[in-house]
Structure formats: structure tokens, C-alpha cells
Nanobody
Framework: QAQLVESGGGVVQAGKSLRLSCVASRRVFEGASMAWFRQAPGKQRELVARIDDGGWNREYSDSVRGRFTISRDSAKNTVYLQMNSLKSEDTAVYYC?????????WGQGTQVTVSS
């Protein structure tokens, strides 16, 4: 049974918004800092944003700071990524996982394609 299930991706024009969701198992989610990562074709997976278990502290990569917002809903074991002002360079497969190693088994991710 998948422990991390991402959704919400799609094809959008530059400047538009998307909201990604990641439903995690309680075992993975509870008490853990969580994060969103992305992997573009031919590139390594990179950290996009992370949030601590209480939801108070959030960190972002330089490339998305000010445009993306990470949040979490403990009642739903869900992590969100609100992505605004999307750019073509945001095109990638987006994954969620624990924020620090050891990571749980990676989900299938959700594809985000931004057309210019």
C-alpha cells in the first residue's frame, strides 16, 4: 500500500497557479517534518519546500520563494503546495516525502508542466 500519494499536477500556462496535495500514511506523517521535492528531465531531484511537524517553520528554495507556499493539515495527513506565478522552469515531477533522511518509499509523483 502506497504511503505517499501525490496529486494535483497538470498543464498550465506561465503565470497561472496550481495546488498540489500529498496524502501520507499516519506512520509517515505524524510528528515528521515534510517536504516537497521536484525532478525535471535530466536533472537531479531537488528540495522545493519543507515544513516542520507543527507547521510553524517553513523553508523554500531560492527558485520558488515568494511564489510557492507549503502547508499541512494534520487531521487529513496531507501536505499541500500552493504554486503561484508558475514559470516554465517549474516544469517537473513533484514528490512529497519526509523532509530529512531516511526518506520513505517515494510515491509516483505528480507531473507539472508549465507552458510559456
Amino acid at each position: 500500500q502506497a504511503q505517499l500519494v501525490e496529486s494535483g499536477g497538470g498543464v498550465v500556462q506561465a503565470g497561472k497557479s496550481l495546488r498540489l496535495s500529498c496524502v501520507a500514511s499516519r506512520r509517515v506523517f505524524e510528528g515528521a517534518s515534510m517536504a516537497w521535492f521536484r525532478q525535471a528531465p535530466g536533472k537531479q531531484r531537488e528540495l522545493v519546500a519543507r515544513i516542520d511537524d507543527g507547521g510553524w517553520n517553513r523553508e523554500y528554495s531560492d527558485s520558488v520563494r515568494g511564489r510557492f507556499t507549503i502547508s499541512r493539515d494534520s487531521a487529513k495527513n496531507t501536505v499541500y503546495l500552493q504554486m503561484n506565478s508558475l514559470k516554465s522552469e517549474d516544469t517537473a515531477v513533484y514528490y512529497c516525502n519526509t523532509a530529512f533522511p531516511p526518506y520513505d518509499t517515494w510515491g509516483q509523483g505528480t507531473q507539472v508542466t508549465v507552458s510559456s
